[in-house]
């Protein structure tokens, strides 16, 4: 009998955004399948085989990758391994399998000189090893499987992991004063938002052979510099006595690897096409803080 289960392979699955498509609303015939990274490295080309050879998938998502900005530009081919060649072996193995895949990237892939928010047909020129690594990925994944969809998002936050907004918890509470750059402009995001994003692409894709592909960008809805951002941070939570939260500039605040001044994503062609519609990131962070204060009391 023809198997009625429709197996997703999630890459990554421990990180912000694969932790989220885990815990996302999925019709009941999906089964997920997250392997642990002793199960799928993406830099072994065997392990991916293995893993096809064991189970029919119907789709892959990749939120899987090398996220060190500034650890990468001292790591370079450690880097390129996760985040070009491993996307380039899932297009390969997804093609022959004859199903898409849906590969996650990011804003980083500018170089923020534009004046406004950048849609999907801007040019990209990356500053950082991490953003080359990220667009060498995307140029694979178009290439080896035409049935695949690079969602760009940026500035992700979530309960769980490593983000700037857990950082800034963790640092303001320490710290009664904390210097924080404001010529930076983006879009914060939610993981839980790009994840229900993902599943939306994820089922249209395997739905319907003749879905949209391509590249789209995802990312909730304002701006902020990352000092509004931490500023809005300290405002909504009630956690510690908020720190006074210094705007700097990108010179007061030296780091390895060089960032966009501005990486606002424009967000229409993912309304057009699958009918996402991004909520305000403000809202969408106090449902993270909420979860952080539930866990906390729990
Ligand atoms: N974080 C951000 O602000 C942004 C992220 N993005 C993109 O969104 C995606 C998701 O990011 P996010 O969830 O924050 O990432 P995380 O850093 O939270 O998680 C990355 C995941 O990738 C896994 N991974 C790393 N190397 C390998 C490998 N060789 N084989 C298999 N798995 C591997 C990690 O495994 P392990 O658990 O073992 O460490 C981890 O589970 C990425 O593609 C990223 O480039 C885009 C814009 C902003
Ligand atoms: C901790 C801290 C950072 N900063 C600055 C440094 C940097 O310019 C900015 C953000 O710092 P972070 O290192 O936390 O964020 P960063 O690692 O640059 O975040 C990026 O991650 C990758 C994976 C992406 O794809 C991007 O979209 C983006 O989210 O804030 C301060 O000004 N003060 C501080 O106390």
Avoid at 213 to 233: D, K, L, P, Q
Wanted: one cysteine or more.
């Amino acid at each position: 009998m023809a198997d009625t289960v429709r197996h997703v392979l999630i890459t990554g699955g421990a990180g912000q955004v694969g932790l989220e498509l885990m815990r996302a609303r999925w019709p009941d015939d999906v089964r997920l399948h997250a392997p642990t990274r002793d199960e799928l490295d993406l830099t072994d080309a065997d392990s991916i085989t293995r893993l096809f050879q064991a189970t029919p998938f119907a789709a892959v998502i990749n939120p899987a990758a090398y996220t060190a900005v500034d650890k990468a530009e001292d790591d370079v081919a450690a880097a390129f391994a996760v985040n070009a060649i491993g996307p380039a072996l899932l297009a390969e193995a997804t093609q022959r399998a004859g199903i898409p895949l849906i590969h996650v990237s990011t804003d980083y892939v500018f170089d923020g000189s534009a004046p406004g928010a950048y849609d999907e047909s801007d040019p990209v020129a990356p500053l950082g090893v991490y953003g080359a690594s990220k667009l060498a990925g995307e140029l694979a994944v178009r290439s080896g499987n035409p049935r695949s969809v690079v969602l760009r998002t940026a500035w992700v936050f979530s309960a769980h992991r490593a983000n700037f907004l857990k950082t800034m918890l963790r640092v303001g509470a320490q710290n009664p004063t904390l210097r924080v750059v404001a010529d930076q402009r983006g879009c914060p995001t939610s993981a839980a938002d790009i994840a229900e994003a993902l599943v939306t692409i994820a089922l249209r894709m395997m739905n319907d052979p003749s879905a949209p592909n391509g590249t789209y960008h995802f990312v909730n809805s304002g701006e902020a510099t990352w000092h509004e951002f931490a500023a809005r941070i300290f405002a909504e939570q009630t956690a510690f006595t908020p720190p006074v939260v210094d705007a700097i500039t990108t010179a007061d605040y030296p780091t390895r690897a060089r960032r966009p001044a501005n990486s606002r994503l424009a967000t229409a062609r993912i309304t057009r096409d699958f009918g996402v519609r991004p909520r305000p990131w403000e809202e969408a962070m106090r449902d993270v803080l909420a979860e952080l204060k539930a866990e906390t009391t729990r």
